[in-house]
């Protein structure tokens, strides 16, 4: 989900540390690059042998940390991605959600972890992917040909056009914008978020919040209160 904020533990990526305050019920661990605080159980604890990281993603409950060869590590509650695939390299991107992560790898396969039931589980026939994308609790992996496959607790049915060129998000749907401007979306429950109105078109980017899309020529979607 685009410019999702999860809440702690926090972990910074840092060479030099403002002035902070600890506290004593609070657990402090630093390594060579990242420092780490919060709840030890959710991924405040860093492991002692992790260097050279260049980006961190979160779910609700664990950490994943990049570093500069592609390896991945993994920490926090191991049914919620805290426990990924000791043998993960060469990836180039993760996307995590509530409880899962999915990694995409330089040669467009994916490696997913965490809670199967909101996406932790690789799909089967899935390859040539050019980005992810989440909500709450699914994913969405769009291919180079411009298919989208979607998994997790994804509801309905999942376009089969091959035109897509972006996808975006709100908590539980997706939005996919295709190359003629139009937009399909799909897996809510929430009927409104999947009907778009056969009169949006020339869209360029979308814009969402937790549930509900609008485009700069249309509203896509509105929220049923």
């Given at each position: 989900?685009?410019?999702?904020?999860?809440?702690?533990?926090?972990?910074?990526?840092?060479?030099?540390?403002?002035?902070?305050?600890?506290?004593?019920?609070?657990?402090?661990?630093?390594?060579?690059?990242?420092?780490?605080?919060?709840?030890?159980?959710?991924?405040?604890?860093?492991?002692?042998?992790?260097?050279?990281?260049?980006?961190?993603?979160?779910?609700?409950?664990?950490?994943?940390?990049?570093?500069?060869?592609?390896?991945?590590?993994?920490?926090?509650?191991?049914?919620?991605?805290?426990?990924?695939?000791?043998?993960?390299?060469?990836?180039?991107?993760?996307?995590?959600?509530?409880?899962?992560?999915?990694?995409?790898?330089?040669?467009?396969?994916?490696?997913?972890?965490?809670?199967?039931?909101?996406?932790?589980?690789?799909?089967?026939?899935?390859?040539?992917?050019?980005?992810?994308?989440?909500?709450?609790?699914?994913?969405?992996?769009?291919?180079?040909?411009?298919?989208?496959?979607?998994?997790?607790?994804?509801t309905g049915s999942v376009p089969t056009q091959d035109n897509f060129v972006d996808v975006y998000s709100t908590n539980t749907a997706f939005a996919?914008?295709?190359?003629?401007?139009?937009?399909?979306?799909?897996?809510?429950?929430?009927?409104?978020?999947?009907?778009?109105?056969?009169?949006?078109?020339?869209?360029?980017?979308?814009?969402?919040?937790?549930?509900?899309?609008?485009?700069?020529?249309?509203?896509?979607?509105?929220?049923?209160?």
């Amino acid at each position: 989900m685009h410019n999702k904020l999860l809440n702690g533990p926090f972990i910074v990526s840092i060479t030099i540390l403002p002035h902070c305050i600890f506290s004593p019920s609070l657990h402090h661990q630093e390594n060579s690059n990242i420092v780490g605080w919060g709840n030890i159980y959710k991924g405040g604890n860093i492991p002692s042998d992790i260097s050279n990281v260049i980006s961190i993603f979160s779910t609700k409950t664990s950490k994943a940390a990049v570093c500069e060869n592609g390896k991945v590590f993994t920490w926090g509650i191991t049914g919620e991605g805290g426990s990924g695939p000791n043998d993960l390299s060469g990836v180039i991107d993760i996307r995590s959600n509530e409880k899962a992560f999915c990694a995409l790898l330089y040669n467009g396969t994916i490696t997913c972890w965490g809670d199967s039931a909101t996406g932790g589980t690789t799909p089967a026939d899935i390859s040539n992917v050019v980005q992810i994308y989440s909500n709450k609790n699914a994913f969405t992996a769009l291919s180079a040909n411009g298919s989208v496959k979607s998994w997790g607790a994804v509801t309905g049915s999942v376009p089969t056009q091959d035109n897509f060129v972006d996808v975006y998000s709100t908590n539980t749907a997706f939005a996919g914008l295709k190359a003629d401007g139009t937009v399909s979306c799909w897996g809510s429950s929430d009927a409104t978020q999947n009907n778009v109105s056969t009169d949006v078109s020339n869209v360029s980017i979308i814009y969402s919040n937790d549930s509900a899309f609008v485009s700069p020529q249309h509203i896509i979607v509105l929220l049923s209160i």
